[in-house]
């Protein structure tokens, strides 16, 4: 069988449009081949969606093209090139073990990166192997799933491929190499890298690509570039306030790390939220709380910031007024975030529509919660089935008036209580990943070759709003513990 009449028979359909641009924006490099590629997951509906035959896929010839032992027809390899302030401080980057082969042309006409991740060296890697171990390649899978199925914007996962090579961290680890679809990889960093490192006409090429690439739809008004940033301050304002609306903490909101297409990338020591405390952190080098959950609205607005910086040139040819403009575009972002989260937030109390007492009704009931160290994601699901909340909460004096205050509030509004439960149901999560049921599931997959704990979670975690029996067991905190949670980069 030709390579062409493999191409047509999975579906794949690549064009590389990130190639078109000047050079300095990436590195052509080819995979580095491993030794017995095998598959250990692979997402069917994503696969569909993209226009993919799943079984095709599984075939011994496209495993070993998801390994980067071959190239696809159309692909064009190549490692990307991008800066970051990494904790506040700034660095050159770049794809130092993840290769770019090409953006995938659906059967509807989207278009979406294919990128391998873990697939060796490249010119990037400064002191890295290049490779990627299979427990962080599956935890990706996980959460990056999970927030999909919870309607938050995500890079997603395709497949995860073991390379039957050890990686060498702290201990040696079994080799994995993850393809990840996104709707770019486009990111603050790309503009920092370009702005410090290449010319004008450069960042005006990144610019406009990036407009044609996710915003070709939008109004360019008068200036394209303050439009472009608008644009990118709208969808991460309202990317943030999802995050904080089901508790999700990304763990390194560095700049490298903010896709302008507005989608959650990334997933290094990311988690959930267990006991409501906007002090949470959970990635082991965040050591200052940097990144905990409380702060993710700043930095959000912190890495904007950046990238206005870096499109001071194309604002205005005057750097005052470019200096104005930019001013301007940045103060929006805390109303945005507001908006958005205020929001959700009353969604999330079966609340249709806007009334002044409504925002310091929200922040009582997340006082009452973190004075009682309440569940976060139970509490809301306690109020959306019209149950008693956890037990230390539910006793509380304070909390009594709260609930007789925000059934008052809901008899205010037109819709029925009927409705507004059924509201609660579709904005609160009956589940999510819970950090030790996905811990669980790691164990037997990495440790004993047992993906069936991993495959329960996922199918339960794809419908995370049905409030079915059988995800009861997942909704569970894990046994009390003397030792925080902590996660890891997963390098």
């Given at each position: 069988?030709?390579?062409?009449?493999?191409?047509?028979?999975?579906?794949?359909?690549?064009?590389?449009?990130?190639?078109?641009?000047?050079?300095?924006?990436?590195?052509?490099?080819?995979?580095?081949?491993?030794?017995?590629?095998?598959l250990v997951i692979l997402n069917e509906s994503l696969a569909s969606s993209l226009g993919l035959d799943s079984e095709a896929l599984q075939s011994e010839r496209e495993v070993a093209?998801?390994?980067?032992?071959?190239?696809?027809?159309?692909?064009?390899?190549?490692?990307?090139?991008?800066?970051?302030?990494?904790?506040?401080?700034?660095?050159?980057?770049?794809?130092?073990?993840?290769?770019?082969?090409?953006?995938?042309?659906?059967?509807?006409?989207?278009?979406?990166?294919?990128?391998?991740?873990?697939?060796?060296?490249?010119?990037?890697?400064?002191?890295?192997?290049?490779?990627?171990?299979?427990?962080?390649?599956?935890?990706?899978?996980?959460?990056?799933?999970?927030?999909?199925?919870?309607?938050?914007?995500?890079?997603?996962?395709?497949?995860?491929?073991?390379?039957?090579?050890?990686?060498?961290?702290?201990?040696?680890?079994?080799?994995?190499?993850?393809?990840?679809?996104?709707?770019?990889?486009?990111?603050?960093?790309?503009?920092?890298?370009?702005?410090?490192?290449?010319?004008?006409?450069?960042?005006?090429?990144?610019?406009?690509?990036?407009?044609?690439?996710?915003?070709?739809?939008?109004?360019?008004?008068?200036?394209?570039?303050?439009?472009?940033?608008?644009?990118?301050?709208?969808?991460?304002?309202?990317?943030?306030?999802?995050?904080?609306?089901?508790?999700?903490?990304?763990?390194?909101?560095?700049?490298?790390?903010?896709?302008?297409?507005?989608?959650?990338?990334?997933?290094?020591?990311?988690?959930?939220?267990?006991?409501?405390?906007?002090?949470?952190?959970?990635?082991?080098?965040?050591?200052?709380?940097r990144y905990a959950y409380g702060n993710q609205p700043e930095i959000g607005a912190w890495n904007l910031?950046?990238?206005?910086?870096?499109?001071?040139?194309?604002?205005?040819?005057?750097?005052?007024?470019?200096?104005?403009?930019?001013?301007?575009?940045?103060?929006?972002?805390?109303?945005?975030?507001?908006?958005?989260?205020?929001?959700?937030?009353?969604?999330?109390?079966?609340?249709?529509?806007?009334?002044?007492?409504?925002?310091?009704?929200?922040?009582?009931?997340?006082?009452?919660?973190?004075?009682?160290?309440?569940?976060?994601?139970?509490?809301?699901?306690?109020?959306?089935?019209?149950?008693?909340?956890?037990?230390?909460?539910?006793?509380?004096?304070?909390?009594?008036?709260?609930?007789?205050?925000?059934?008052?509030?809901?008899?205010?509004?037109?819709?029925?209580?009927?409705?507004?439960?059924?509201?609660?149901?579709?904005?609160?999560?009956?589940?999510?990943?819970?950090?030790?049921?996905?811990?669980?599931?790691?164990?037997?997959?990495?440790?004993?070759?047992?993906?069936?704990?991993?495959?329960?979670?996922?199918?339960?975690?794809?419908?995370?709003?049905?409030?079915?029996?059988?995800?009861?067991?997942?909704?569970?905190?894990?046994?009390?513990?003397?030792?925080?949670?902590?996660?890891?980069?997963?390098?």
């Amino acid at each position: 069988m030709n390579e062409h009449k493999s191409n047509q028979e999975t579906g794949w359909n690549f064009e590389n449009s990130y190639a078109r641009l000047p050079e300095v924006f990436y590195s052509k490099v080819d995979p580095t081949p491993v030794p017995s590629p095998k598959l250990v997951i692979l997402n069917e509906s994503l696969a569909s969606s993209l226009g993919l035959d799943s079984e095709a896929l599984q075939s011994e010839r496209e495993v070993a093209a998801m390994a980067g032992n071959r190239l696809p027809e159309g692909s064009e390899p190549l490692a990307q090139a991008y800066a970051g302030h990494q904790f506040g401080y700034f660095t050159k980057l770049g794809d130092g073990r993840a290769i770019l082969l090409g953006e995938q042309i659906t059967p509807q006409g989207k278009r979406f990166d294919i990128q391998l991740k873990g697939p060796g060296r490249t010119p990037y890697s400064r002191q890295g192997d290049g490779r990627a171990a299979l427990g962080p390649m599956l935890r990706e899978y996980i959460i990056s799933e999970a927030m999909h199925a919870l309607g938050i914007p995500t890079t997603r996962s395709l497949a995860v491929v073991t390379t039957g090579q050890t990686v060498h961290r702290e201990t040696g680890l079994p080799g994995a190499v993850l393809t990840r679809v996104a709707a770019s990889h486009l990111r603050v960093g790309t503009f920092q890298y370009t702005a410090h490192w290449g010319e004008t006409e450069e960042l005006r090429a990144l610019a406009d690509y990036t407009w044609d690439r996710h915003f070709s739809e939008a109004d360019p008004g008068d200036n394209r570039y303050l439009s472009l940033l608008r644009e990118v301050i709208e969808r991460q304002a309202s990317l943030i306030a999802k995050w904080q609306l089901v508790g999700f903490i990304h763990g390194v909101m560095n700049t490298d790390n903010m896709a302008l297409s507005g989608e959650t990338i990334d997933y290094g020591p990311c988690a959930f939220m267990d006991i409501y405390d906007p002090a949470t952190v959970f990635s082991s080098i965040d050591r200052h709380g940097r990144y905990a959950y409380g702060n993710q609205p700043e930095i959000g607005a912190w890495n904007l910031t950046r990238l206005a910086e870096a499109l001071l040139p194309l604002l205005h040819e005057d750097e005052e007024q470019a200096l104005k403009l930019a001013e301007t575009a940045l103060g929006a972002f805390a109303e945005r975030f507001h908006h958005h989260w205020v929001g959700g937030m009353r969604a999330k109390l079966g609340l249709f529509n806007e009334k002044p007492e409504d925002v310091p009704l929200i922040k009582r009931l997340l006082s009452l919660m973190y004075k009682a160290r309440a569940d976060y994601t139970n509490t809301f699901r306690a109020l959306s089935l019209d149950r008693p909340v956890e037990a230390d909460l539910e006793n509380a004096d304070e909390f009594a008036a709260w609930r007789e205050d925000w059934q008052a509030r809901r008899g205010r509004q037109e819709e029925s209580i009927e409705a507004s439960q059924e509201l609660m149901r579709r904005s609160n999560p009956a589940v999510i990943p819970r950090n030790h049921r996905v811990e669980e599931a790691l164990e037997a997959a990495v440790e004993h070759g047992d993906t069936s704990v991993m495959q329960r979670l996922l199918a339960v975690l794809a419908k995370p709003y049905d409030y079915e029996s059988e995800q009861e067991e997942y909704c569970s905190l894990p046994d009390p513990s003397g030792r925080p949670y902590r996660t890891y980069c997963g390098t």
